[in-house]
């Protein structure tokens, strides 16, 4: 079975600044994805990156880049600029890719607050 | 774009009553998963449907069923609730089919209080 483990409860940053929040996970699979989600205060689930377990390039959409270590089974978001809008649940997933629309297995969240 | 959409948004049961909780998946989507999200936890699968069929179960106690219709809209049956049940429930909603795009798109949930 896989795990995904995010060490940071919390983590605070100031506005306009960078912080990156952790995600490392165990599998014994080669081909899987992994995802960031964003819960804000609405409990909305929001997808904000994912990355292909085959890709080595790091995805990026706009101001969220991930540092995917894949030997070392570690998934980090970075969040440029932080607005006060990135304040959230932040929950890292992964999904085998042995079997198509296979469940998600998250960690146990990242609180983000963003200081103005 | 249409979203998953879930109904209701907030429901309160007593201690063994039956709940029923809906899931309309974004249109074209052939996957629906079921996420319960307790206080403060992270949200734990339950079961999920592909093509109208069970196709992975998790963490769902005896007392749940689910199903998935011709319309391809999912509802997930609780009966003898229990205070514990009380979480919030997601539901998700992917397209199999679509290997280059296989993320899931998550509803707004359906908060359930057991009292």
């Known amino acids: 079975a896989q795990t995904v483990t995010q060490s940071q409860p919390e983590m605070s940053v100031q506005e306009a600044e960078t912080v990156t929040l952790s995600c490392t996970y165990d599998?014994?699979?080669?081909?899987?994805?992994l995802f960031w989600y964003k819960q804000p205060p609405s409990r909305q689930m929001i997808l904000v990156i994912r990355?292909?377990?085959?890709?080595?390039q790091n995805a990026t959409e706009n101001r969220f880049s991930v540092n995917f270590q894949k030997a070392a089974k570690s998934f980090s978001l970075k969040i440029s600029d932080s607005q006060l809008g990135d304040a959230a649940m932040y929950f890292c997933?992964?999904?085998?890719?042995?079997?198509?629309?296979?469940?998600?297995?998250f960690g146990g969240g990242t609180r983000l607050m963003v200081k103005p | 774009a249409a979203g998953v959409i879930q109904s209701p948004r907030h429901l309160i049961k007593e201690k063994r009553e039956t709940a029923t909780l809906k899931c309309y998946p974004i249109?074209?989507?052939?996957?629906v998963y079921w996420y319960q999200q307790g206080p403060g936890q992270d949200p734990q699968f339950l079961i999920s449907?592909?093509?109208?069929?069970?196709?992975d179960k998790g963490s769902i106690p005896d007392r749940f069923s689910a199903q998935q219709f011709s319309d391809y809209h999912s509802e997930l049956n609780m009966s003898s609730l229990e205070l514990g049940d009380s979480a919030l429930y997601f539901c998700?909603?992917?397209?199999?089919?679509?290997?280059?795009?296989?993320?899931?798109?998550f509803g707004q949930g359906t908060r359930l209080t057991v009292v």
């Open positions: 249109p074209r989507h052939d996957t």
């Open positions: 599998t014994s699979e080669s081909d899987y994805y």
């Open positions: 998700a909603s992917s397209l199999v089919a679509d290997a280059l795009n296989t993320e899931a798109f």
């Open positions: 990355q292909e377990a085959y890709k080595q």
């Open positions: 997933a992964y999904r085998s890719a042995r079997n198509a629309g296979n469940m998600l297995t």
């Open positions: 449907f592909y093509e109208k069929m069970q196709s």
